[in-house]
């Protein structure tokens, strides 16, 4: 490039619609219309969330007029993208609907990127950032790998169904948003030490996320729609943060690699998000940043703060600690390129009150 001459390019992909609240799925196919989509429609859902939300989504658009197919999947895996490809092509679906949790918005995500067809969002738990996002987490051969994929072009998140879900994924959801904290401080320590690129607006939204979920963490409480709410439109916000980087760097940091760690090790893991907040107490210690602050608010909402709640033996989270920092090394973030020594993961376990 000449010397003086501007020549950055950026593209971001968002979402056109995001509906809020209460009773908004009976929208479902009033958004479908206004995003003048047509012909057929996929439903993707979950063995429980087909009855929760799936058939009745399949039922609003039937009688809307559109020919619709529904898929059920039970894992976020390469054969469940494998299964809701054949069964869209079979239907010619034109676009999908993922009605349910995670796994479900992320095989969608993955199968109607692939497809080069749109999708919508509908979340039936607000567990993680997911439901927002571009990118999604899928199990090839056993391991966990975030792809990049599309971003939905709508979100429909019905509040008084996600407040019906057992509210340990609202807690886990809480800890996903949480982990923002920690994951801009390794994202900005990256840029420093790293030159990574690096993305003020999507630094500040994703940081203000954590700030805003931690600042209202007694007003999280189960079987409480507000709560929902307020969970609800800030996993949008950080979805939202990883369009305008372009990358999970904005809500993934050593916390995530730390969880990450933990699903390959653990026989028995955790939710993401209730992973990623006991990474976030002991990534702010490290970070020298207010680790209290992050316990007592992932306290508040009702998240695991250490090994016992979390379900998972002492030893697991240790060596969850010193194998972390080999997971996606190409981000760099307080845990260095040599992660830590077990004397030092067993300390710092321990100074957190992890263990
Ligand atoms: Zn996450």
Known sequence: MEAGKFGKIKMMQLPRYVLVGHGVLEEVAAVCKRL?????????????????????????LADSGYDCGLVEVRSASTE??????????????????AVGGGKVIDVAKVASCVLDVPFISVPTIASHD???SPRASIKDKGVNTSVAAQAPLAIIADTKIIAEAPHRFLAAGCGDII??????????????????EFSSYAAALSEMTAKMIMERSKEIKPNLEESAWIVVKALVSSGVAISIAGSSAPASGAEHKFSHALDMIAPKPALHGEQCG?????????????????????????????????????EYIIEALVQAHKINPERYTILGDTGLTYEAAERLATITEVI
């Not at 809701?84 to 239907?91: F, H, I, L, Q």
């Not at 976030?280 to 695991?304: F, Q, T």
């Open 36 to 60: 003048k989509l047509s012909g057929v429609a996929l439903v993707v859902t979950g063995s429980t969330t087909r009855h929760v939300a799936g058939e009745g989504v399949l039922e609003m």
């Open 80 to 97: 469940s993208v494998e299964k809701v490809k054949s069964v869209a092509e079979e239907c010619r679906a034109t676009f999908m609907i």
């Open 130 to 132: 997911g439901i927002a």
């Open 179 to 196: 982990s923002n904290y920690t994951a801009v401080m390794d994202w900005r320590l990256a840029h420093r030490l790293k030159n990574a």
């Open 278 to 314: 006991v990474g976030a107490i002991m990534m702010s210690y490290l970070h020298g940043a207010e680790w209290k602050y992050v316990r007592d608010a992932l306290r508040n909402v009702g998240a695991p703060t250490n090994a016992k709640e979390l379900g998972i033996k002492d």
